[in-house]
């Protein structure tokens, strides 16, 4: 086989074995929120475009979900106030059921005392440093 053509099929596989890689979860970004004040996903530029369902568990800890999914309003029912849909635990299971079929991230926080204690992404999702804590709550940080 010619050696042009040997590379043109070589870089062409290499391009469509990237395309089809799955989205990639970066142990940092998940990281970087760990004991961060609620103030910054209340503040984050990102976060804040999506749907946010809460709840309130056992032990005091409340559940964030920023769902980044395509048709997920339709699991999504009254209640909302500033696309925030707060429910108790059996809704958030009954949303989760209803949304777990649709392509797509669910960006879920655990929170206890006003502070971020785990970032744990579902489904599709893929982090970069844009997920990372921003904005205004790392200039409010600023001396």
């Known amino acids: 086989m010619n050696p042009t053509r040997t590379a043109t099929a070589l870089f062409f596989l290499a391009l469509l074995g990237a395309c089809a890689a799955p989205p990639v979860v970066r142990q940092q970004d998940l990281d970087a929120w760990a004991g961060v004040p609620v103030e910054a996903l209340d503040t984050h530029p990102f976060f804040v475009t999506l749907p946010?369902?809460?709840?309130?568990?056992?032990?005091?800890?409340?559940?964030?979900?920023?769902?980044?999914?395509?048709?997920?309003?339709?699991?999504?029912?009254?209640?909302?106030?500033?696309?925030?849909?707060?429910?108790?635990?059996?809704?958030?299971k009954a949303f989760r059921a209803c949304s777990a079929n649709m392509s797509g991230c669910d960006n879920v926080f655990y929170i206890k005392s006003g502070v971020v204690t785990q970032f744990a992404p579902t489904g599709q999702c893929k982090t970069s440093e844009v997920v990372q804590p921003q904005g205004r709550y790392e200039r409010s940080k600023a001396p």
Do not use: H
């Open 52 to 92: 946010q369902v809460r709840t309130l568990v056992e032990g005091g800890i409340e559940v964030r979900d920023y769902v980044n999914k395509r048709y997920v309003a339709g699991c999504l029912s009254g209640g909302a106030n500033n696309k925030v849909y707060t429910m108790n635990a059996s809704m958030y």
